[in-house]
């Protein structure tokens, strides 16, 4: 989640990134917020699971997505 304040205008943005390629958005600034990257939780889970360097080939994408989407929406 991403929100700025500019001049009485609020500029906000939310993106689930679970396994996204993350490239395009070395292209804009998000939210207008120039110091912070954005991240997914494939590259979370890689840098809590390996201490730091994140192993993009570690986790199946599948099944994160599957994971993400049982916590987020719960398995019924």
């Not at 679970?18 to 494939?42: A, H, M, Q, Y």
């Amino acid at each position: 989640m991403g929100i700025r304040v500019s001049e009485w205008i609020a500029y906000h943005g939310l993106a689930l990134n679970v396994t996204t390629d993350l490239s395009p958005f070395e292209l804009i600034v998000p939210c207008g917020i120039r110091n912070r990257n954005v991240g997914s939780i494939k590259g979370i889970l890689g840098e809590f699971r390996y201490g730091g360097a994140s192993d993009n080939n570690s986790t199946d994408d599948f099944q994160l997505i599957d994971i993400t989407h049982n916590a987020l929406v719960g398995n019924k």
